[in-house]
């Protein structure tokens, strides 16, 4: 009899590293190389980002995800700007004191609904621009796909980078999961960034499957010779960076990452559809990516805990939620519905 084991669906921070990454990883570790990004490694990876997102972008590589957002930022702001984000944005809500620590500038939160920033409430709260005694707006910085898995539209992308160029400020995406959103829309990484009019990305590595490391893409950089200054500054630069931009290279390669994102987002899928009419439990939001939210009792939840790891999200609106990592499977998503109905009565 096989050995009981819990399912996950905390986080893909939880899942192992994709093989493909492992084996990335193994190939780069033989020999030496140079440091701090110097190696033929990096930047091989970086000439293949712009063939992806093209020839007019800047590359650079980081350890985590706050850090990479830290850093993306710094490079748009000075002290004395303000960043706008909703009101449930990753970079407010669970960033801690990162990045007013760092960046030294004030975030403002905005309505959100389904997660995604509400173009009307960010047009009402951009204001005092030129008056000294207020923060200056300067950044617009959206997630993609928003906490709740949900996705902005190419339309809907432009319309806030109208706001922004109406405002004299820039666009900035926080896209840990960004290639699920790509594949949601059906487009390529360079439609939803580069074409959107989108300044600076941060690109996932970690939630989709590698060991560590994310991206940062800089679209037009008018500061393009003070970025790796700043990538310093902000404790980001590796030196061993080529361990971090070989995953990339794996993911790149033969789109492998819409392969992944379209395994998960289809897991997702699939879960909305066998739970679809249960009577203790709903969705709470539109399942468009790889994550579903549901609204279940703290009781059930409690219950289902012993089975499988998931976060209860929001106590106030009976949250709880689930994401699906790239080694989950339809057997993972089955046998916890099962146990869902067996427990709800």
């Given at each position: 009899m096989e050995p009981f084991k819990k399912i996950n669906f905390s986080s893909e921070n939880y899942a192992g590293v994709h093989p493909k990454m492992m084996e990335a990883l193994m190939a780069a570790n033989t020999g030496n190389a140079a440091s701090y990004g110097n190696d033929e490694i990096t930047k091989s990876t970086v000439a293949q980002f712009k063939q992806v997102f093209g020839e007019n972008i800047e590359a650079y590589f980081t350890f985590n995800g706050t850090g990479a957002n830290n850093f993306g930022l710094s490079c748009m702001l000075d002290r004395f700007n303000s960043i706008f984000c909703t009101d449930v944005a990753h970079l407010y809500v669970d960033e801690s004191t990162a990045p007013e620590s760092f960046l030294g500038c004030r975030i403002y939160p905005v309505k959100s609904h389904n997660g995604k920033i509400i173009a009307d409430e960010l047009n009402v709260a951009i204001k005092r621009i030129g008056d000294v005694h207020h923060p200056q707006p300067k950044v617009v910085s959206l997630t993609q796909p928003t906490e709740y898995g949900t996705v902005y539209t190419v339309e809907e992308l432009k319309d806030i980078k109208t706001i922004c160029t109406a405002n004299n400020m820039l666009l900035h995406v926080d896209g840990a999961r960004f290639y699920n959103a790509a594949d949601h829309l059906g487009s390529t990484l360079k439609q939803i960034s580069t074409d959107a009019g989108v300044?600076?990305?941060?690109?996932?590595?970690?939630?989709?499957?590698?060991?560590?490391?994310?991206?940062?893409?800089?679209?037009?950089?008018?500061?393009?010779?003070?970025?790796?200054?700043?990538?310093?500054?902000?404790?980001?630069?590796?030196?061993?960076?080529?361990?971090?931009?070989?995953?990339?290279?794996?993911?790149?390669?033969?789109?492998?990452?819409?392969?992944?994102?379209?395994?998960?987002?289809?897991?997702?899928?699939?879960?909305?559809?066998?739970?679809?009419?249960?009577?203790?439990?709903?969705?709470?939001?539109?399942?468009?990516?790889?994550?579903?939210?549901?609204?279940?009792?703290p009781g059930l939840h409690e219950k289902m805990q012993e089975f499988a790891s998931f976060y209860y999200w929001n106590d106030e609106r009976s949250e709880a939620r689930l994401i699906f990592s790239f080694d989950n499977t339809e057997d993972d998503v089955k046998q916890f519905v099962e146990k869902l109905r067996e427990l709800a009565g």
């Open positions: 300044d600076v990305l941060t690109l996932g590595g970690t939630k989709i499957g590698m060991m560590m490391g994310e991206a940062v893409i800089f679209f037009n950089p008018a500061n393009a010779s003070s970025l790796k200054y700043n990538l310093k500054r902000s404790m980001q630069l590796a030196s061993k960076n080529r361990f971090i931009a070989i995953q990339f290279q794996a993911l790149l390669k033969d789109n492998l990452w819409q392969e992944m994102a379209r395994h998960t987002n289809e897991l997702a899928k699939f879960f909305a559809q066998e739970i679809a009419g249960m009577p203790s439990v709903k969705l709470a939001y539109p399942v468009e990516t790889n994550a579903a939210f549901l609204n279940i009792s």
